[in-house]
Every structure is written in structure tokens, then in C-alpha cells.
T-cell receptor
Framework: GAGVSQSPSNKVTEKGKDVELRCDPISGHTALYWYRQSLGQGLEFLIYFQGNSAPDKSGLPSDRFSAERTGGSVSTLTIQRTQQEDSAVYLC????????????FGPGTRLLVL | GDSVTQMEGPVTLSEEAFLTINCTYTATGYPSLFWYVQYPGEGLQLLLKATKADDKGSNKGFEATYRKETTSFHLEKGSVQVSDSAVYFCALSGGSNYKLTFGKGTLLTVNP
């Protein structure tokens, strides 16, 4: 079946602009996660959705970052007033709910802020 | 909070050599443990997992055993191939939200 998809695959933007990153999880997966992968920080957790609710936003680095999920499916991560330090690969993962459940990752969106 | 420490490498081996990548963790409760792999130009994919103490996860000739007494989950393979060249991430999932906490990753290069 279809895996997790993300769009765009690459995004180049200018400092100060807003960007939106999209994630389509695997159908039926109620849990959705956003992570960020950067050279300096490795893989970092950003936010977790259970259905349309986000009970854990503890990884969002600043109030410029926000995310929503609608219909228990598609999620959008928005970064306002982008900064150069936001440059990274943003990864989305989805899973069934449970401690032992495997998270399936999308291919990521590579963001470059000039 | 939860944390994962793994040898950062890079690790360079010849084909058919034995591989060990060390991973230790700190967590409250009883986490699940994972190894993910990222092949060049590809996304993260699960390699193997173990969900309780003494469980052994295995896949594609790789193995790792969940050792609660030493809080470790070392990855091993008896004979590596060139196609195993990739970045390997150790991770744990714990707490009520099941988010993954990753190690820094280990770059493995296997030469023919």
C-alpha cells in the first residue's frame, strides 16, 4: 500500500518568508509525528498528533513553528518568518497507537533558508 | 529525560567483516528499542525492533538484543556487504506519547 508522502520534496526560501510543509500519513494511522534532521542536532522530535489533537508539542523550537492535522489525516507544519537555522530536513512519520508500534517515515522535505 | 548514545563513527569495514555498533540508553519505565537505517538518498526505514527485556530483534542478517541490565541494544551482523553501507540510528520509544528519541547515527561504509 501507499506509504507516508510529503510535499514539497525540496523548498528554498528567503529569510523572513513563511513556509508550509505537508504530510499525508498511511491510511488508518491515528498517530502522526514530525521530526527534524539537521547536521548539528541529529534527529529531533517536534510534535505528536493523536487524531486531530496535539498532546505533545514539546519539541517545537519556537512560536514561529506550528502544526495542524485535519480529518485525522493530512498534517501541515508551518514555519513563520523563517531563519537560516531552520534549514534542515523535516520528516513526518505515522503509526498505529502503541509503545511497540513501528513509525513509518516519509521521504522528508529538505528546507533551505537563504 | 530519555536519551540514546551510540558510537558515532564513521565505521569503515571490508566486505564480510563482522559489525558491531554500540547503543546504550537512558529511559524511565520500559521503552521499546529500535534500529532504523537510512540508505544513501533514501528515507528512514525500520531495520529491527525489540519491545521487552531479552527480546532479540533480527532482520537482513542484523541482530540486536534488548539488555535491560546493561541498558544496551547493540547492533551486530556477522558478515557485512557493500549494500549495507548506510547510516544506522538507534532509537527508543517510551512514555505516553511514544515519540522516538534517536541517537546521533553511525555512518557505515563497506568496501569491496
Amino acid at each position: 500500500g501507499a506509504g507516508v508522502s510529503q510535499s514539497p520534496s525540496n523548498k528554498v526560501t528567503e529569510k523572513g518568508k513563511d513556509v508550509e510543509l505537508r504530510c499525508d500519513p498511511i491510511s488508518g494511522h491515528t498517530a502522526l509525528y514530525w521530526y527534524r534532521q539537521s547536521l548539528g542536532q541529529g534527529l529531533e522530535f517536534l510534535i505528536y498528533f493523536q487524531g486531530n489533537s496535539a498532546p505533545d508539542k514539546s519539541g517545537l523550537p519556537s512560536d514561529r513553528f506550528s502544526a495542524e492535522r485535519t480529518g485525522g489525516s493530512v498534517s501541515t507544519l508551518t514555519i513563520q518568518r523563517t531563519q537560516q537555522e531552520d534549514s534542515a530536513v523535516y520528516l513526518c512519520a505515522s503509526s498505529l497507537v502503541g509503545l511497540a508500534e513501528t513509525q513509518y517515515f516519509g521521504p522528508g522535505t529538505r528546507l533551505l533558508v537563504l | 529525560g530519555d536519551s540514546v548514545t551510540q558510537m558515532e563513527g564513521p565505521v569503515t569495514l571490508s566486505e564480510e567483516a563482522f559489525l558491531t555498533i554500540n547503543c546504550t540508553y537512558t529511559a524511565t519505565g520500559y521503552p521499546s528499542l529500535f534500529w532504523y537505517v537510512q540508505y544513501p538518498g533514501e528515507g528512514l526505514q525500520l531495520l529491527l525492533k525489540a519491545t521487552k527485556a531479552d527480546d532479540k530483534g533480527s532482520n537482513k542478517g542484523f541482530e540486536a538484543t534488548y539488555r535491560k541490565e546493561t541498558t544496551s541494544f547493540h547492533l551486530e551482523k556477522g558478515s557485512v556487504q557493500v549494500s549495507d553501507s548506510a547510516v544506522y540510528f538507534c532509537a527508543l520509544s517510551g512514555g505516553s506519547n511514544y515519540k522516538l528519541t534517536f541517537g546521533k547515527g553511525t555512518l557505515l561504509t563497506v568496501n569491496p
